[in-house]
Nanobody, 116 residues
Framework: QVQLVESGGGLVQPGGSLRLSCAAS????????MGWYRQAPGNERELVAT???????NYADSVKGRFTISRDNAKNTVYLQMNSLKAEDTAVYYC??????????WGQGTQVTVSA
């Protein structure tokens, strides 16, 4: 049904910036919520940021003020602008999309590595 294709991951130095993109295809109706999650080795997958179709956003405390989530509804794409990156931001980042009441989709994940 809905497929999420992520791009933009890679290696960046501490203090640097990176922008992740996630394009959704196969949608026949509004995706109510889109977001980004991340999982570091040995850790549980955690929420990074979410955004509604109406552009209401929510951020994890650890990224607040540094990351910005946005979406282009016409392109069915969600973005995550990551600034002032830290080593602890290193993780696999997953795109997520939800459509009320029961649909939930995940991307394949993209690696973000922050290292000097």
């Amino acid at each position: 049904q809905v497929q999420l294709v992520e791009s933009g991951g890679g290696l960046v130095q501490p203090g640097g910036s990176l922008r992740l993109s996630c394009a959704a295809s196969g949608s026949e109706f509004t995706l109510n919520m889109m977001g980004w999650y991340r999982q570091a080795p040995g850790n549980e997958r955690e929420l990074v940021a979410t955004i509604t179709h109406g552009d209401t956003t929510n951020y994890a405390d650890s990224v607040k003020g540094r990351f910005t989530i946005s979406r282009d509804n016409a392109k069915n794409t969600v973005y995550l602008q990551m600034n002032s990156l830290k080593a602890e931001d290193t993780a696999v980042y997953y795109c997520n999309a939800k459509r009320w009441p029961h649909e939930n989709y995940w991307g394949q994940g993209t690696q973000v590595t922050v290292s000097a």
